[in-house]
């Protein structure tokens, strides 16, 4: 420590603690009266404690309480390992009745030593005696207590006496408090940090480990005897188990390894941690007492209990007693055949704690299982000792669970917990679902669930909020959250509102995330009202969280949607497919969890949680697929609707809606949407009709009502249930399966509360057959197309033939035609961005500008707008017709989109924008190769050129045009003639004349151009080449998965816009203002879809049903099965050798029992008088206890007869 820090230390430590000094000298009879019985030399002794002479010579035994004295410690600061890299480690020598609190804030306090608390503390004791520690044993301690340390977290803390396990210090590399009896150190005084140095030393001490972080020297007086530490010890682990860690009690567990029979006498460690319900954990197989305790506990565990007092001991009690001390004993000399002190122990065996509490110690066979299950026989020690601690007051499992929690042992939960013994109530278990979920214990969060916690009860707003808030601190969600929380701070005037993470936050992230497929979450519950404007919710917001939010109280309406998106935007996956499976509306929950995830992969840096992000993303995809997929094989009219129902729970958004925002190519490329696409493009009419029908039909009306083009039949069902209006007015709701179609893109709301079937009114099959074939989709779209060809064509004539001067001699009447029917078509547009249900202006034009084509269409009109207005001036008119020149191109490509329809070139269009963005990447190569060889090439050709027309041409154009040869060999090799009149005369070359060649670096020239030709021709295009390959390799691979999802916008399209094409559009146009503004007449449709929820909840079980039995059939399920099989039988095998010696004994026992029954028989049948005919038979081998319990009669009886 540094200096300010120890003299701050050294002024109070030896104030509070104390060291213990030998105040009486107590002789040791065997050392020739010159040791004291506490160790230590007459000479070592003060003057105090050797001249009280009659003290001495009647004292018979030495105690440190009475036969010691406490003065200030002077030895305590920091230790330095000599050689060692390691910090330095804390030490402090202290007496044995020093207070534990006082120790546990020294150990703890971040202003002494700073060791954080623990989660889990394991008391190690025993390894004294002379014999190696086993090699599986330090296994057990090296792996099984580092597992143990990172299941708790890493505050673990391992108490243990340095002379007990000598190789432990290496194993375990976590933090630790060592306690130790007085040891020698150099350095008294803990000022500096003292210098340790590792020698060879006797077995019965041990060195000090630099891989501890802090010693106690427990100090009781006495120097090199053992057990000083034992009340201490007793104390501080008693005193640490009643601490809290977080939101349980701190356990406290005590490990045996090997072990001296000192340690069963009376006021030992383990008979003073058995009183304070300390549990123990016995590892057999480690020698010594660990291995006497196994055996007796388990051979003798179903002996009778012993009283623990004399009184009242009934005659019939004294024989069990007796017999099993004998047992014990018999026992005893077998593990320690060497010690002379065998009654009194067996004594404190059988009548002390020991037995009694025998439900508190665990014996652990450690040499047979791996040292990967000691974190689960710790957890299980613990809670099978809560067992018995059991009391009236609250349940007395809770600290339990928690630790299991913290652990993520739902195995041992399941086992021990929720096995039926315990009945738990929602109290119990709420604070550990609270731990579940915040720490990602999903297997914990199902296990509650299943166990009766109330989701509905548990999840409130407020604790919703709780669950924002402890998002980790570098996590991409903890920063989304921050920002827009930071924007709401920065514009609130008042002081109070809220700081922390609202729903407001949540809500604003969802919107960046979700865009505008849906409406905002949560902005009922906030009270607050969605508008375009940011900063008007922002202060909104900013008023409704000021103080104490009432919302926080109520529960979450929806919780599991509500968890669903807490754990997708935490990218947390087994979470979040747990709560997709509870949650409802499975189809639409994975396409928004797969929205979510893939446009967080776009915002995160990090590579690896970006692919993470996009597995899980094409996981929920898959998961939509396959259970839409069981959805249309079971019903198809019902799948039809569950792709166009608006969900409350998703902000109003449909299963299509989000598909398209998500991507979800792989979900468009199902046969029921298709079906439901190729339903609503060809609208009432089948959809194998041919093209070449609809178009005579298109130029002669009246062959619809022939047999030419066939109608499908009328569905009545579907009409009760479903409808769908259109925007040409009410001639087009028609009672044709078209106009009650189930696909509606804005219309259709869902309200559970009210059930209003729609009938669309009967009509005349004149109206209704004009009807199903004129407002079909792919009519519309033929006119559409036939009639943006005349466009084309017409703009391209007014262009070349009939463009007149600005006025007042122009514009002509062909002019004012094409003017008007643009004007159509900028009213189409604003109708596709105004008209779109019940959405802000900032969303419907946020939605409409992300299509390419839309964006297109924007270029083209204000490109129009712009050359229309300036070719009415004189000045500019020739830059106007400029720009319409140039816009007929942009309204020529835009001609591209109707290939989109088609089956083979629709994906072609798709790897023309690929290939596009390809462009640009080689563009830049070859620009950088292209300015590089240009300007070197000027300079070396011409030695002077200021003129900046020539300079563009020669160092830009021209090297662009080596590329496809056209190469001015006379101008660039001064060998050929060049007829071009030049000059070298300065003064002209800066008037414009052209200057003449340089013939000092020509040869410089040849050899640049040859480079530059062999980069660019045959390098940088091969690349471009090898580019577009793979780009149309792999569209073409997946093209029909691209073209059934690149089609869908255009159907979307089509099928909202009016049938007739521009410009006639303008009267569709004018109807729909005048119903939609004029009238006030809504274009909602309120359907009932409560049973359709339902029957899509049974479809996903269904489905989870049939692909648990498909995984459970694999074959790496059969070879877990019969993994765990084959484990059972090799455990049991090894339990039967067990089995195997005993029934040996047994039929050892058996004849013994025999024989001497038929020789007390053959003695009675002589009578008295007569001597046996033959000694009673001997005793063979050793028998179990389970079959020797009538020995000692027949022994006796034995004895009476001979």
């Given at each position: 420590m540094n200096d300010t820090g120890a003299k701050e230390e050294g002024s109070w430590i030896p104030k509070t603690i104390k060291k213990r000094v030998c105040s009486t000298f107590v002789e040791d009879s065997d050392s020739s009266s010159e040791l004291c019985q506490c160790g230590a030399a007459r000479d070592d002794h003060a003057s105090v404690a050797v001249g009280d002479y009659f003290s001495t010579a009647i004292l018979k035994h030495w105690e440190s309480a009475e036969h010691s004295s406490e003065q200030p410690t002077d030895a305590f600061g920091e230790v330095q390992f000599a050689g060692a890299s390691k910090r330095h480690s804390h030490f402090l020598r202290l007496s044995w009745s020093t207070e534990p609190s006082v120790v546990y804030n020294i150990l703890t306090a971040q202003s002494i030593w700073g060791l954080p608390r623990p989660n889990l503390v394991v008391s190690v004791v025993g390894g004294e005696s002379r014999t190696q520690v086993k090699t599986w044993v330090?296994?057990?301690?090296?792996?099984?207590?580092?597992?143990?340390?990172?299941?708790?977290?890493?505050?673990?803390?391992?108490?243990?006496?340095?002379?007990?396990?000598?190789?432990?210090?290496?194993?375990?590399?976590?933090?630790?408090?060592?306690?130790?009896?007085?040891?020698?150190?150099?350095?008294?005084?803990?000022?500096?940090?003292?210098?340790?140095?590792?020698?060879?030393?006797?077995?019965?001490?041990?060195?000090?480990?630099?891989?501890?972080?802090?010693?106690?020297?427990?100090?009781?007086?006495?120097?090199?005897?053992?057990?000083?530490?034992?009340?201490?010890?007793?104390?501080?682990?008693?005193?640490?188990?009643?601490?809290?860690?977080?939101?349980?009690?701190?356990?406290?567990?005590?490990?045996?390894?090997?072990?001296?029979?000192?340690?069963?006498?009376?006021?030992?460690?383990?008979?003073?941690?058995?009183?304070?319900?300390?549990?123990?954990?016995?590892?057999?197989?480690?020698?010594?007492?660990?291995?006497?305790?196994?055996?007796?506990?388990?051979?003798?565990?179903?002996?009778?209990?012993?009283?623990?007092?004399?009184?009242?001991?009934?005659?019939?009690?004294k024989a069990p007693n007796v017999d099993l001390k004998d047992r014990v004993a018999e026992r005893f000399k077998k593990h320690f055949p060497s010690e002379t002190e065998t009654d009194k122990l067996v004594e404190q065996v059988s009548a002390l704690s020991i037995y009694q509490n025998r439900h508190l110690i665990t014996v652990y066979h450690g040499e047979h299982e791996s040292p990967n299950d000691f974190d689960t026989v710790l957890l299980k020690t613990l809670v099978g000792a809560s067992k018995q601690q059991s009391s009236a007051e609250a349940n007395p499992y809770t600290d339990e669970l928690k630790l299991a929690v913290t652990w993520n042992r739902v195995d041992i939960?399941?086992?021990?917990?929720?096995?039926?013994?315990?009945?738990?109530?929602?109290?119990?278990?709420?604070?550990?679902?609270?731990?579940?979920?915040?720490?990602?214990?999903?297997?914990?969060?199902?296990?509650?669930?299943?166990?009766?916690?109330?989701?509905?009860?548990?999840?409130?707003?407020?604790?919703?909020?709780?669950?924002?808030?402890?998002?980790?601190?570098?996590?991409?969600?903890?920063?989304?959250?921050?920002?827009?929380?930071?924007?709401?701070?920065?514009?609130?005037?008042?002081?109070?509102?809220?700081?922390?993470?609202?729903?407001?936050?949540?809500?604003?992230?969802?919107?960046?995330?979700?865009?505008?497929?849906?409406?905002?979450?949560?902005?009922?519950?906030?009270?607050?009202?969605?508008?375009?404007?940011?900063?008007?919710?922002?202060?909104?917001?900013?008023?409704?969280?000021?103080?104490?939010?009432?919302?926080?109280?109520?529960?979450?309406?929806?919780?599991?949607?509500?968890?669903?998106?807490?754990?997708?935007?935490?990218?947390?996956?087994?979470?979040?497919?747990?709560?997709?499976?509870?949650?409802?509306?499975?189809?639409?929950?994975?396409?928004?969890?797969?929205?979510?995830?893939?446009?967080?992969?776009?915002?995160?840096?990090?590579?690896?949680?970006?692919?993470?992000?996009?597995?899980?993303?094409?996981?929920?995809?898959?998961?939509?697929?396959?259970?839409?997929?069981?959805?249309?094989?079971?019903?198809?009219?019902?799948?039809?609707?569950l792709l166009i129902r608006k969900s409350p729970v998703w902000g109003h958004s449909t299963c299509l809606q989000m598909g398209v925002s998500a991507d979800a190519r792989l979900f468009f490329s199902n046969d029921g949407v298709q079906s439901l696409l190729s339903q609503i493009w060809w609208g009432d009419m089948k959809s194998k009709t041919e093209v070449w029908k609809l178009l005579l039909t298109f130029f002669c009306p009246i062959l619809c009502y022939t047999d030419l083009i066939s109608f499908r039949k009328q569905d009545n069902q579907l009409e009760e249930e479903e409808g769908i209006p259109n925007e040409d007015g009410p001639d087009q709701d028609t009672n044709s399966l078209y106009g009650t179609t189930v696909f509606s893109f804005a219309d259709i709301k869902h309200q559970t509360s009210v059930c209003v079937p729609y009938r669309p009114p009967q009509r005349p099959f004149i109206v209704s057959r004009w009807c199903q074939f004129w407002f079909a989709p792919v009519t519309s779209f033929l006119g559409n197309v036939l009639m943006y060809f005349l466009f084309l064509l017409f703009f391209a004539y007014v262009l070349l033939a009939d463009f007149k001067p600005p006025p007042p001699s122009g514009p002509g009447a062909a002019e004012c035609v094409l003017y008007f029917w643009v004007f159509t078509l900028v009213c189409e547009e604003i109708r596709q961005t105004i008209f779109l249900g019940t959405m802000t202006w900032r969303q419907r034009f946020r939605l409409y500008i992300k299509d390419v084509w839309n964006k297109c269409d924007l270029a083209a009109i204000s490109l129009f707008i712009l050359g229309l207005i300036c070719r009415m001036f004189h000045l500019s008119h020739e830059f106007g017709r400029d720009m319409l020149c140039l816009d007929y191109m942009v309204f020529t490509l835009r001609l591209i989109h109707i290939f989109a329809i088609h089956k083979q070139l629709g994906p072609k269009i798709i790897i023309v924008g690929k290939m596009i963005k390809d462009i640009f990447f080689f563009l830049f190569f070859l620009g950088v190769w292209l300015m590089a060889y240009g300007v070197a090439n000027q300079a070396l050709i011409y030695a002077y050129d200021p003129n900046p027309n020539r300079i563009f041409r020669r160092v830009f154009y021209r090297p662009y045009l080596h590329i496809f040869g056209q190469i001015p060999v006379e101008e660039m090799d001064v060998g050929k003639d060049w007829d071009v009149p030049c000059t070298h005369n300065v003064t002209l070359i800066e008037s414009g004349e052209e200057p003449c060649r340089s013939h000092e670096s020509n040869w410089l020239v040849?050899?640049?151009?040859?480079?530059?030709?062999?980069?660019?021709?045959?390098?940088?295009?091969?690349?471009?080449?090898?580019?577009?390959?793979?780009?149309?390799?792999?569209?073409?691979?997946?093209?029909?998965?691209?073209?059934?999802?690149?089609?869908?916008?255009?159907?979307?399209?089509?099928?909202?816009?009016?049938?007739?094409?521009?410009?006639?559009?303008?009267?569709?146009?004018?109807?729909?203002?005048?119903?939609?503004?004029i009238r006030k007449v809504p274009s909602v449709k309120i359907h009932h879809f409560g049973q359709l929820s339902t029957w899509e909840t049974i479809q996903k079980e269904d489905f989870l049903t049939a692909r648990i039995k498909i995984q459970k059939s694999s074959d790496s399920e059969r070879l877990k099965r019969m993994s765990a099989k084959v484990d059972g039988v090799l455990k049991h095998l090894s339990e039967s050798r067990d089995f195997e010696h005993r029934l040996r004994s047994l039929e050892n026992q058996m004849d013994y029992c025999s024989s001497a029954l038929s020789w007390v028989v053959d003695t009675l049948a002589q009578g008295s008088t007569f001597k046996p005919p033959r000694p009673p038979p001997a005793s063979r081998g050793t028998y179990d206890y389970k079959t020797t319990c009538n020995i000692p009669i027949l022994l006796s009886i034995q004895t009476q007869l001979s």
């Open positions: 330090r296994e057990v301690l090296r792996q099984g207590l580092v597992k143990a340390s990172q299941s708790t977290g890493k505050n673990f803390t391992h108490l243990s006496l340095c002379i007990a396990v000598k190789d432990s210090g290496d194993a375990v590399i976590v933090n630790k408090a060592v306690s130790h009896s007085r040891h020698q150190d150099g350095s008294s005084i803990g000022s500096f940090p003292a210098k340790y140095y590792v020698q060879n030393i006797s077995r019965d001490s041990c060195y000090l480990d630099n891989n501890y972080q802090a010693f106690l020297l427990v100090d009781d007086g006495s120097v090199g005897r053992r057990g000083g530490e034992t009340d201490f010890r007793a104390r501080l682990e008693e005193y640490i188990s009643q601490q809290r860690s977080g939101s349980i009690d701190i356990p406290v567990l005590c490990m045996l390894i090997s072990g001296e029979a000192d340690m069963l006498k009376v006021q030992s460690l383990m008979d003073l941690s058995l009183k304070n319900f300390i549990p123990w954990l016995v590892v057999a197989g480690s020698g010594g007492l660990a291995d006497f305790l196994s055996d007796v506990l388990e051979n003798l565990s179903s002996a009778p209990a012993v009283p623990s007092s004399g009184e009242g001991n009934s005659e019939a009690l939960a399941k086992t021990e917990l929720f096995n039926g013994d315990i009945q738990w109530k929602y109290e119990d278990l709420e604070d550990s679902m609270t731990d579940a979920l915040i720490n990602d214990k999903p297997q914990f969060v199902r296990l509650f669930i299943e166990n009766g916690l109330n989701i509905l009860e548990y999840l409130s707003y407020g604790r919703l909020e709780t669950l924002y808030r402890s998002v980790p601190d570098g996590s991409l969600l903890y920063q989304l959250l921050q920002r827009c929380l930071a924007e709401r701070l920065a514009i609130v005037e008042q002081q109070n509102s809220s700081s922390k993470v609202t729903l407001f936050e949540v809500s604003e992230v969802l919107e960046q995330l979700m865009g505008d497929v849906c409406q905002p979450f949560y902005y009922k519950a906030l009270g607050l009202q969605f508008t375009s404007s940011k900063r008007t919710s922002l202060k909104r917001a900013s008023k409704v969280l000021r103080g104490r939010c009432i919302y926080q109280d109520l529960p979450c309406p929806h919780p599991w949607p509500s968890l669903f998106l807490w754990a997708v935007l935490q990218n947390r996956s087994e979470m979040a497919l747990y709560f997709w499976e509870m949650a409802g509306e499975p189809v639409l929950s994975a396409l928004g969890g797969c929205k979510i995830l893939r446009d967080l992969s776009k915002l995160d840096e990090e590579t690896e949680t970006k692919l993470s992000m996009k597995e899980l993303a094409q996981k929920f995809e898959n998961l939509a697929h396959d259970i839409f997929s069981s959805c249309y094989r079971s019903n198809e009219h019902r799948s039809f609707t040849v050899i640049l151009l040859v480079v530059y030709l062999l980069v660019t021709n045959i390098l940088l295009i091969n690349l471009l080449i090898a580019m577009f390959s793979y780009t149309f390799s792999k569209v073409q691979e997946h093209s029909d998965t691209y073209w059934k999802f690149q089609r869908y916008n255009l159907i979307v399209e089509y099928h909202s816009r009016p049938s007739l094409a521009p410009p006639f559009i303008i009267l569709s146009h004018i109807n729909l203002f005048i119903k939609r503004v």
